[in-house]
């Protein structure tokens, strides 16, 4: 199996920093895509970030140019680095991993969530 192990969060003033991992562990034969995703209390869970074994970036257009996102491809682990955090930043913040497992199967994993608080 697979289980993704996360870590970063908490609570930052606005304009602050906060720096999210998620290392995926277990039976991956190679990682595809991995990501973090938020989700605010009465909204939708949305994409915020995701990079590709080859490295390729996507953003939510509201954090471009505050986060970055970044993969150590041999670690399996994920990081997002959120810089200016606003607000609005404020949700549970989901790790997920979609990769090819020993069996020869794509899978998509998603870790427990941890909270990011960014007050006024």
């Known amino acids: 199996q697979v289980q993704l192990a996360e870590s970063g969060g908490g609570l930052v003033e606005a304009g602050g920093s906060l720096r999210l991992s998620c290392a995926a562990s277990g039976s991956i034969r190679s990682r595809n895509t991995m990501g973090w995703y938020r989700q605010a209390p009465g909204k939708q869970r949305d994409l915020v970030a995701i990079?590709?074994?080859?490295?390729?970036?996507n953003y939510l257009n509201s954090v471009k140019g505050r986060f970055t996102i970044s993969a150590d491809n041999a670690k399996n682990t994920v990081y997002l680095q959120m810089n200016s955090l606003k607000p609005e930043d404020t949700a549970v913040y989901y790790c997920?991993?979609?990769?090819?497992?020993?069996?020869?199967?794509?899978?998509?994993?998603w870790g427990q969530g941890i909270q990011v608080t960014v007050s006024s």
């Open positions: 990079i590709t074994r080859t490295g390729s970036t």
């Open positions: 997920n991993a979609v990769v090819w497992v020993v069996d020869g199967t794509v899978r998509s994993y």
